[in-house]
């Protein structure tokens, strides 16, 4: 080929869409890229496919109900979004929830980061190639779903967590049934952490790919794991302890480059805590007592006032801002919602890498679609 | 069922209330009341007005001064707000209020920052200069609310299809008369 007509050649930016009909979108999530060869040159995320306006739904219905619809919030962690909505109106009206609910609440919103990050563990092994994975999550993930259901009644809305406290007594053999279930859970973690965290094709595509360091990060408002992931040491639970994490001890997995694979080693990591965690708040669980603080009501009235009340979700800081005019339905319901936040990264992580990493990058930040779009 | 409610005795109501909150005590913690301290002291932003509700001091500043007042928050010593929690939008029917929960990796303290825009002219500068994570936020305010952040530079619709018309956010949007089929 000579010289000139090499020089006559102009490459040209193709632009590819990925979704809203995609399995590596975790839901219904449309990004468009355009690519120059197999490199990502721009990449625009297209959220909103599945956005039912949760927080004007939430202005029309008495504060119970707005329980209901934060379990369809992030619906792989209901109990975790439950809790957030009611400290912050627990916060408004300066509501003390018995000790025995609120150990019940904890570990109930521990198990769940477990089995959301059980299914995380899954689908990432899917994003890389890797079908067994899955197998193994959906496994530890079901038999977590089903001790939910002994106890609450659902599989996956449970509607438990309430204003003052849990909406019933857990049945008798709640302690007898996570006395079994965590020695399992535990041999299971290291089960699949011996599956694929070091394997060698899981390594190579996660390594070093959509680096994203603190500061960024932070800039970018980034939280939960994928935040940790850069080396930064910010966690709601350590930060401002809220139920009665500051009874427990437990340590804080924290990254170092900031890439896929941290962000999937901290979530192994995070599960062994959380066992850590349930294992405490079973010794101090007392037996008897009091599920419900006495005197709320059914259909509670919080004075006028706003709060604003943030739990550590398994997808990050998930913030809940009550604006309430003394009514029995909230004036204003804002959700700040970790994934929301988390895919703003997005671009900033992608842009560079290749397309099939694209993939795996979208699937380390574990979006929940239901949350983002609310 | 809610609606019977509404109409319950307002002594009643009162009564349940004071049970469950006997004691207003201040709840802030530590390094909230440093804060308060040093707000109090050096006043960083003119015209503003502190306040303290519940677990969390509030600074409300004037509408054109809030993104001097972002900027001196994030930059002067003592304060150090890096990161930007949530941005919501409340519609108060006259005027909208927009709230920032900001907060201090460095100090470990918490603010909520708030100013207003005008009901019919909604404008206010945008501090995507100022907190990057603002974007989206700032995005969905204009969306929901039809709020003009200026110096955005990307308000285009986030949640909604193009084409949408109204502000479903807003008070006078109806959401419950509505029939789909």
Redesign the interface.
């Known amino acids: 080929m000579s010289n000139e007509s090499t020089k006559n050649i102009e490459s040209v930016d193709i632009m590819v869409n990925m979704g809203p009909q995609h399995p590596s979108t975790h839901g219904v999530f449309r990004m468009v890229l355009w690519v120059d060869g197999e490199r990502v040159v721009e990449l625009e995320p297209h959220?909103?496919y599945l956005?039912r306006?949760s927080?004007?739904?939430s202005e029309?219905e008495?504060y119970p109900q707005v329980v209901t619809l934060f379990d369809r919030l992030d619906y792989l962690s209901n109990l975790n979004n439950e809790m957030a909505f009611c400290l912050a109106v627990e916060?408004?009206?300066?509501?003390e929830v018995p000790k025995r609910a609120d150990y019940v609440r904890m570990i109930l919103c521990e198990l769940n980061r477990i089995s959301s990050h059980m299914l995380f563990y899954g689908t990432m092994g899917l994003d890389a190639g890797a079908m067994t994975p899955i197998m193994y999550g959906f496994r530890e993930r079901e038999r977590i779903q089903k001790f939910f259901q002994s106890v609450t009644g659902a599989r996956m809305m449970h509607n438990y967590i309430q204003i003052g406290g849990l909406r019933e007594e857990p049945p008798k053999s709640f302690q007898g049934q996570l006395k079994e279930m965590l020695p399992q859970l535990s041999k299971a973690i290291e089960e699949c952490d011996q599956l694929l965290t070091l394997n060698e094709v899981f390594l190579l595509r996660s390594k070093d790919i959509g680096i994203i360091n603190g500061s960024d990060a932070?800039?970018?408002?980034l939280t939960g794991p994928c935040l940790r992931a850069s080396g930064?040491v910010?966690d709601i639970r350590f930060?401002?302890p809220y139920s009665l994490y500051n009874e427990i001890d437990f340590n804080l997995p924290v990254g170092v480059t900031g890439d896929t694979w941290d962000r999937y080693a901290i979530r192994i990591a995070e599960m062994r805590e959380s066992i850590k965690i349930i294992e405490q708040a079973l010794e101090l669980l007392p037996d008897i007592g009091e599920t419900k603080a006495p005197?709320?009501?059914l259909?509670p009235?919080p004075?006028k006032?706003?709060?604003?009340a943030?739990v550590e979700n398994p997808r990050g800081?998930l913030?809940v801002?009550i604006?309430s005019d003394g009514?029995?339905?909230p004036?204003?319901v804002?959700i700040?919602a970790p994934s929301?936040?988390n895919?703003?990264a997005l671009r900033k992580m992608s842009v560079g890498s290749y397309v099939a990493d694209v993939v795996m990058i979208l699937g380390s930040l574990d979006i929940v679609l239901g949350e983002v779009?609310? | 069922m809610a609606e019977q409610n509404e109409n319950s005795p307002e002594q009643n109501l009162k009564q349940t209330q004071e049970e469950l909150n006997p004691s207003k005590v201040s709840k802030l913690r530590s390094s909230e009341k440093s804060l308060l301290r040093l707000l109090e002291n050096e006043n960083p932003v003119p015209n503003s007005v502190i306040s303290q509700s519940l677990d969390e001091i509030v600074l409300s500043v004037p509408t054109e001064e809030i993104q001097e007042a972002a900027l001196k928050l994030r930059q002067s010593e003592g304060f150090a707000f890096d990161y930007l929690r949530c941005l919501s939008v409340v519609d108060y029917e006259e005027y909208f209020e927009i709230v920032y929960h900001i907060w201090s990796r460095l100090y470990r303290h918490k603010l909520t920052l708030k100013t207003t825009a005008d009901y019919n002219d909604p404008i206010i500068k945008s501090v995507t200069p100022i907190w990057k994570s603002a974007d989206w936020f700032e995005r969905e305010g204009h969306e929901l609310f039809g709020i003009d952040f200026k110096g955005h530079g990307n308000l285009k619709p986030l949640l909604l299809w193009e084409g949408f018309e109204g502000y479903p956010g807003r008070k006078s949007y109806p959401f419950h008369e509505y029939s789909e089929w």
Do not use: C, N
């Open positions: 959220i909103g956005h306006g927080e004007k739904i029309g008495i916060k408004l009206m300066e509501i932070l800039e970018l408002g930064i910010e930060t401002e005197g709320v009501r259909i009235r004075p006032g706003e709060s604003y943030r800081d913030g801002y604006v009514k029995d339905k004036y204003r804002k700040r929301f936040a895919l703003q779009d609310r």
